[in-house]
């Protein structure tokens, strides 16, 4: 037990590991992680999802119940300063946490936590939890319990989020048998039926880039000025979401090949539509892993300074091994999206995404498997991690020389003092109109 009153020259990061560790060597946070509280990449506007399942919860006589709530905060911790969204699993739940310690969840659980969720999923709803969520709705702002929905079955939940991305408990699916025969998981809400004939989002790169020359996708191409221009020093850019008919109404609006006007719905509008160009591809940026895997770790063990994480060994890694097993279309997109990343990287203590914070929110828009598990730990990063996140990070941290070939076919050999701001000339000329043709020369 740490004495606060004793340990006055304990940093808060000092303290946070001691209670993590406590004194199992850190199994009951291990458990934590992985059997009660753990992310499932992200929803069909490209929040992060946090699973939380009830199955997992031990026994009161097991665990200290007050430290496993300390725990669970601290890993709510990774989340709440994005927006985001819950998915509650509340069957197959064998033990109940008593009232008082409901109460006292509530109150740590302070605006931070509560003011970034979007939605909050609560799947197969018992007795006993729709009379805890009555109970504290009392207390609750309107605001925020607007924002639970009721969710019957797993094949209810699919419509609402891309169920292949959870990794649903077995207790949980042994209770929905009880409820439906047989899990639908096909969501309404694909990408291909946003539309007839979508031509923007979940269209193949093949199709909407060509095979020689430079060009972008024009929600891309659309996006990164925009943010550019318009939206480096927002603080947590990446990180929020707009309202869903302004996305919906955009993203439809491409889909059409229509006018768009992004100053309507603002920079979170724009950051959300790249997010989920990337996020929609037919084929992801990356599905298999191996290669990032074998990615050696930085020379660096400081994971708060992305710029000394990652040396040249790694970037070398990176764009030799890495990007090399892409296609040359899924190398400029990334090369130009990179460009963005690493200026809004430059403004760091204004905007406060640093090439770590962006890694975390982008790697789940570029990691998509048949294995959500894997899709998960792909999205972390580190300087000795081997993940989609830690390739994100030197993509921004080191984007000349990561992106040097791609960045002398965008600059047609051009040298430059700053390539960041030469790539994104590059795109504002793509996006200007084109000249009036000349009349005719009279004779």
């Known amino acids: 037990m740490i004495d606060s009153g004793q340990n006055t020259s304990l940093s808060f990061d000092a303290f946070r ?8 060597n850190g199994r009951l946070l291990n458990y934590v992680n992985t059997n009660i509280i753990f992310q499932a990449g992200v929803d069909f506007e490209s ?9 997992g919860l031990p026994s009161p006589s097991d665990v200290d119940y007050e430290r ?10 990774q989340f709440v300063e994005s927006d985001y969204t819950v998915v509650m699993l509340t069957s197959g739940a064998r033990h109940n946490p008593s009232w008082t310690w409901l109460v006292k969840a509530y109150r740590r659980l302070d605006r931070k936590y509560r003011k970034n969720v979007k939605r909050l999923y609560v799947v197969h709803p018992s007795t006993w939890s729709k009379v805890v969520f009555q109970v504290f709705g009392k207390i609750v702002s309107p605001k925020f319990f607007a924002k639970i929905s009721w969710v019957d079955t797993l094949s209810q939940l699919a419509t609402m989020v891309p169920l292949n991305q ?7 699916y042994e209770y929905n048998m009880k409820v439906e025969s047989s899990v639908s998981a096909a969501a309404p809400r694909a990408p291909s039926q946003e539309s007839e004939v979508p031509l923007a989002f979940g269209v193949a790169l093949e199709t909407l880039m060509a095979s020689d020359g430079v ?3 024009r929600p891309v191409r659309e996006s990164i000025s925009y943010l550019r221009h318009h939206g480096i020093v927002t603080e947590g850019l990446f990180r929020r979401s707009p309202p869903s008919t302004q996305l919906r109404a955009a993203k439809d609006a491409y889909n059409r090949d229509q006018p768009v006007d992004l100053e309507l ?9 790249l997010k989920l160009f990337y996020r929609e591809l037919p084929t992801p940026i990356f599905s298999d892993y191996a290669l990032v895997r074998a990615m050696p770790a930085a020379a660096s063990a400081d994971s708060t300074d992305a710029a000394q994480q990652m040396d040249s060994v790694r970037a070398r890694y990176v764009r030799e091994v890495v990007l090399a097993s892409l296609s040359r279309q899924s190398r400029l997109l990334l090369c130009f999206t990179s460009a963005l990343l690493a200026l809004v990287a430059r403004n760091e203590a204004a905007n406060r995404m640093t090439a770590f914070n962006l890694a975390v929110v982008w790697a789940p828009n570029l990691a998509r498997s048949e294995n959500p598990v894997a899709d998960v730990a792909m999205c972390c990063a580190g300087p000795a991690a081997a993940t989609v996140g830690s390739v994100v990070m030197a993509m921004v941290a080191c984007f000349d020389s990561v992106f040097a070939a791609e960045i002398a076919e965008v600059l047609d050999g051009l040298e430059t003092d700053d390539r960041v701001v030469a790539v994104l000339d590059a795109v504002d000329r793509m996006n200007a ?10 004779e």
């Open 433 to 442: 109109p084109a000249a009036p043709a000349l009349p005719p020369r009279s």
């Open 265 to 273: 719905g603002g920079v979170h509008v724009a950051a959300v539509l």
């Open 47 to 55: 929040r992060p999802m946090v699973v939380v399942s009830a199955c």
């Open 215 to 217: 060009s972008l996708p």
């Open 68 to 77: 496993l709530l300390t725990l669970i905060l601290f890993r709510m911790d």
């Open 17 to 24: 590991t001691s209670v993590m560790q406590g004194d199992d």
């Open 166 to 172: 959870v990794s649903i408990p077995q207790a949980v």
